[in-house]
């Protein structure tokens, strides 16, 4: 299978993807699934999801963040691989997160309640921000919410009423 993509961007967004072969996507979606482990450049590992686009092209978002740290740009090729994701949650748990889960057990149930969408998108709001303290203090806001029974990550950073 091809191993060199071209990296492309999304419209006039900031969004970049690489575009995966019918067949390839074929050969990933062994029984229905759509989470991969994309692993650029031999070095960078991420979790990511096949999309299809109305007309039919298959692809995986790449984040700014992993083109800044491979210093690539859209038209610049990368050499990647693909495997399905097999990892309980498909996408790294932050410890930060782990951490407050782990001390209160009430929210760590809530969470374990969650679809897997809503846990991955928990977690992305975790590994958004930079610092430690942030990351702690966002795990914090989770585990209250979640308890409160909100559940949608784009429902979980806006301001009480």
């Known amino acids: ?6 990296i492309a961007k999304m419209g006039k967004g ?12 074929k050969k990933l979606s ?24 109305k007309e039919g092209m298959y ?8 083109l800044r740290q ?8 990368v050499k990647a691989t693909f495997t399905i994701d097999t990892s309980e949650l498909q996408f790294p748990m932050p410890e930060e997160l782990a951490e407050v889960l782990r001390t209160d057990p009430v929210a760590e149930l809530e969470f ?9 998108g928990l977690m992305a709001l975790v590994n958004m921000v930079k610092s430690v303290d942030k990351k702690i203090e966002r795990a914090l806001l989770i585990a209250e919410k979640i308890k409160r029974g909100v ?11």
């Open 1 to 6: 299978m091809k191993d060199l993509y071209t």
């Open 14 to 25: 900031y969004m970049h993807y690489l575009e995966l072969s019918p067949a390839l996507v």
């Open 30 to 53: 062994i029984g229905g699934n759509k989470r991969v482990i994309c692993t650029l450049a031999g070095t960078i590992r991420l979790h990511a999801a096949v999309m299809k686009t």
């Open 59 to 66: 692809y995986v978002m790449i984040g700014s963040k992993y």
């Open 70 to 77: 491979l210093q690539l740009v859209a038209g610049k090729q």
């Open 112 to 120: 374990n309640r969650l679809t897997p969408g809503n846990k991955r």
């Open 151 to 161: 559940h949608a990550p784009q429902q979980i950073l806006k301001k009480d009423r």
